[in-house]
């Protein structure tokens, strides 16, 4: 599922405009994305959690010429899937 595709059921579901469906759903992925940006875990219960890990420098390999070199430290962010989607998709 893309992110169309969950407009589309929503809009279906709750009987919104397509317009005020995408408002919601960009309004839902916008906060999250601000509070992972911000260092914030995301939580939602059920479902999954997200937070940012932060990495160390380290030295790397360039795949194409094999010279080593210094990757900067960097924060990426981390999906934790939770328990009871573990459950349902491993039935």
């Known amino acids: 599922m893309n992110k169309l595709e969950l ?3 929503l809009k279906n579901e709750c009987r919104l405009s397509k317009k005020e469906t995408a408002i919601i759903v960009d309004l839902f992925f916008d906060s999250m994305s601000e509070a992972l940006a911000r260092g914030e875990r995301v ?6 959690s997200f937070c940012v890990k932060e990495y ?11 010279e080593r070199v210094q990757v900067a430290p960097k924060n990426l962010p981390f999906f934790k899937c939770g328990k009871e989607l573990k459950e349902r998709v491993d039935y």
């Not at 939580?43 to 999954?48: K, Q, V």
């Not at 160390?56 to 094999?66: A, D, H, L």
């Open 43 to 48: 939580e939602i219960r059920g479902l999954c």
């Open 56 to 66: 160390e420098s380290y030295k790397g390999r360039n795949p194409k010429t094999g």
């Open 7 to 9: 407009i589309a059921m």
